[in-house]
């Protein structure tokens, strides 16, 4: 008979097994010219490296950048990591960090330089728009690819068949090869294939923000569906709404390392802080990193009080702006500011639109500064976390010129003592928002009858 600590050790191992061990995993690439072609100019570049010598292949005037030896880049530096049965495991960093990398890796698209991966169970991938599919046939044909890939028989795959069609909105175009299909369409048949084909690990990268707002939603209702039945996710998204409502756990990645990998809302905050002072204010200055495209772009985003004072922390009982400025590059279309704020659950709580008379003529070009202006005792305490959009309007329609998502973050307090409208009822209420209310007040005295 086990001792009793080796039997619940067993038990445990059976109730919440791993999945997934990620053990000292790295993978590096080479920048720049590898190779000059020939084995004449190669051996000449060799040659001038070992004397110490110049590129002799350059012409006169060119500058040596220094690609010529191959310069490494470490996309993943020994990471190290569990995920267990049924969690649903969000990953999160800043551009190049290594997410996509991390998911080609367990994805087996690339092999790792170094380290070892143990995966236990069939895994399906969505790392970009049509993941899998062959452009020539039809969206039907490459469903049964798709589940021939992942192990499936035909019965199994004709038994769920029915169920991914009604998931993507595409029975009309079913039969119709995938090449003639839209973005959104793509997405849509390549998430409800990799989502509905019985995988035991699910790999999902940021391509759900090419589909619309419905079917995003929908696409995390199934995603959360999906652990409920103890299969396990793997989730990468900018959007840190959808981080803190869909994820167990979540692993921050930085420079190809892990940065943070604990609980939600603490890695969301240690994310936010990265290469910043300052939570509640966020600028761009190189056109690249700014959001927005060749005719507009979002220069800053920060959080102020009525002194026009960048501030991490709102009382609750005071108005709180939302600055942005934004660069007009080239006339177009009148441009619409949107504020949204959500809460740490990743609830919507809040969306404003600017709707002065003053955004219905395009914008001159050079910098602008528009501010959101919440009234005070309007907001719920807690942590709101901030999405700006730059919209046009074509036929009642928001065409998005510039987006970025929870981009700056701040604290609502409500103080428990001082000067305070809502007296002795102060502090933290159910809700999104707590507005101050006018209210009414009628009194009737009661009818009363002398007599008997």
Avoid at 40 to 52: E, P, Q, V
Avoid at 158 to 187: C, L, N, Q, W
Avoid at 409 to 421: E, I, N, Y
Avoid at 425 to 440: D, I, M, N, Y
Wanted: aromatic share 8%; glycine share 10%.
């Amino acid at each position: 008979m086990l001792p009793e600590c080796f039997a619940t050790g067993f038990l445990s191992l059976l109730v919440m097994p791993t999945v997934i061990s990620v053990e000292h995993l790295s993978k590096t690439y080479r920048l720049g010219q590898i190779s000059t072609g020939t084995f004449t100019n190669d051996l000449k570049l060799w040659w001038a490296k070992m004397r110490g010598k110049p590129n002799p292949l350059l012409r006169i005037g060119e500058k040596d950048i220094g690609n010529r030896n191959g310069e490494e880049l470490w996309a993943l530096k020994d990471v190290s990591f569990t995920v267990e049965q049924g969690e649903v495991l969000g990953i999160i960093g800043r551009n190049g960090a290594g997410k996509s990398t991390l998911l080609k890796i367990l994805s087996r698209v690339t092999a790792p330089t170094s380290g070892r991966i143990r995966v236990k169970g069939r895994v399906a991938s969505l790392l970009e728009v049509g993941t899998g599919f062959h452009p020539e046939l039809t969206g039907r044909e490459n469903i049964y690819l798709n589940g021939a890939i992942l192990g499936m028989s035909r019965l199994e795959i004709d038994h769920k068949f029915d169920e991914i069609v009604d998931f993507a909105e595409v029975e009309k175009f079913i039969d119709t090869p995938v090449k003639r299909y839209s973005s959104g369409m793509y997405v849509r048949l390549a998430f409800a294939v990799a989502a509905h084909l019985d995988p035991e690990i699910l790999l999902v990268d940021e391509v759900l923000a090419v589909g619309d707002a419905e079917f995003q939603k929908k696409c995390l209702g199934k995603m959360g569906d999906i652990s409920q039945t103890g299969r396990t996710v793997f989730f990468v998204s900018h959007n840190m709404s959808s981080i803190l409502r869909l994820s167990k756990r979540v692993l921050l990645i930085s420079k190809g390392t892990i940065e943070n990998l604990g609980q939600p809302e603490k890695v969301v905050d240690s994310y936010f802080k990265i290469g910043t002072d300052s939570l509640s204010h966020r600028e761009w200055i190189n056109n690249q990193d700014a959001p927005g495209n060749d005719m507009i772009r979002i220069r800053s985003v920060r959080v102020i009080n009525e002194h026009m004072q960048t501030i991490e922390t709102v009382d609750i009982r005071k108005k709180t702006g939302i600055e942005i400025i934004f660069e007009q590059i080239q006339l177009g279309e009148p441009i619409v500011p949107t504020i949204s704020l959500y809460n740490k659950e990743g609830q919507h709580v809040l969306i404003a639109i600017d709707t002065n008379n003053f955004w219905e003529n395009p914008c001159e070009i050079g910098f602008h500064t528009c501010t959101a202006w919440i009234p005070g005792n309007l907001l719920n305490e807690g942590r709101l976390s901030v999405s700006i959009a730059l919209n046009t309007h074509s036929s009642g329609a928001a065409i998005r010129q510039a987006v970025v998502r929870d981009v700056v973050v701040f604290q609502v307090l409500d103080p428990l003592v001082g000067d305070s409208a809502k007296g002795r009822f102060t502090g933290k209420w159910g809700g999104a928002v707590t507005p101050l209310l006018e209210w009414s007040r009628n009194y009737q005295a009661p009818i009363t009858t002398s007599g008997k």
